[in-house]
């Protein structure tokens, strides 16, 4: 190896020796945990509460009737997906090795005050609480500690994704929510310009038409899982233009829009809850009649 490769690996050497130093004075350790350890034990399904305090912000998520709801730091429906895999993760995080035991080592590995604490209840009970800092060496893991305990472990997983999440991504963004079997019939309503999708035994039919059945996969596939790219939470103070509205088996959808905006507003006869999608989801859903019966 050349000079300059030599003094590479020398430096290399130093840095890591370094580390080891830092990891392993009073009070810390790496070893491995105990077969099956998990940072947090409780049922899963009894749980009705998790509170996530994060740098920024404090979310909190309670479970109200069958409905999970956000209540803080406002109060709006919830993503139930999301919730139940944050409460399904949580008790499933296995832990591989005891990092460091030093209270003063908490910072390195952002299980202090500036990770993202999770309080999980039962009937106002707290059943479990810990901390979720940095990813790990490999970025596939994550350095955990229980609230109330010093012990600093590192557990696989990339957790950040289950509980780091802002208020907004526990926020439920669908706008319209049901299978494609369910669908039966779509009216499209285009200022004074209508037609009809509708489900006739085995075949979909526009305006009595056969439908190009790979449109009729693809508008349906979009139509039934709808969601949101933003919410609207104050009041509008002038509703855009019209460009369509899609009547869902009796349920409206009104898409308006500003000339020149790349957003489109979306108004349902569902919920007072306004929304916003981006104008390529609008286009998954505001066919044309010609885009149903071409290529029959």
């Not at 109200?64 to 139940?84: F, I, K, N, Q, Y």
């Not at 604490?117 to 490999?138: H, N």
């Not at 508008?219 to 009041?235: G, K, M, P, R, Y």
Request: glycine share 8%.
């Amino acid at each position: 190896m050349t000079r300059t490769t030599w003094i590479l690996v020398a430096i290399l050497l130093v840095l890591a020796g370094a580390v080891v130093l830092v990891l392993q004075q009073p009070g810390d350790q790496s070893v491995s945990s105990q077969d099956g350890d998990v940072l947090a034990a409780y049922d899963s399904a009894a749980i009705d509460r998790m509170d996530i305090i994060t740098r920024t912000e404090t979310i909190s998520l309670q479970k109200e009737g069958s409905v999970w709801m956000l209540t803080a730091p406002l109060r709006a429906p919830a993503d139930p997906r999301s919730v139940h895999s944050a409460i399904g993760q949580g008790k499933s995080i296995r832990l591989s090795s005891l990092i460091s035991s030093n209270p003063e080592k908490q910072g390195l590995f952002q299980v202090d005050s500036s990770g993202t604490l999770v309080r999980i209840y039962e009937r106002g009970t707290e059943r479990a609480a810990f901390r979720i800092g940095k990813p790990g060496p490999a970025y596939t893991d994550t350095y955990v500690r229980r609230e109330g305990d010093a012990g600093v472990y590192l557990a696989a997983g990339m957790l950040a994704q289950f509980f780091g999440k802002p208020s907004r991504d526990w926020r439920d963004k669908a706008i319209f929510s049901s299978t494609p079997e369910a669908i039966r019939s779509v009216r499209f309503h285009y200022g004074d310009t209508s037609f009809t999708l509708q489900a006739q035994d085995s075949l979909w039919l526009v305006d009595g038409v056969p439908a190009a059945e790979h449109t009729v996969r693809s508008f349906l596939s979009s139509l039934s899982a709808f969601q949101a790219d933003e919410f609207v939470d104050t009041a509008l103070t002038g509703i855009p233009p019209l460009v369509g509205v899609l009547d869902v088996d009796g349920t409206q959808l009104g898409f308006h829009r500003v000339p020149g905006d790349n957003m489109i507003t979306v108004i349902t006869s569902r919920t007072t809850q306004v929304y916003r999608i981006y104008s390529w989801r609008a286009d998954q859903l505001l066919k044309r009649k010609t885009d149903f019966v071409s290529g029959q």
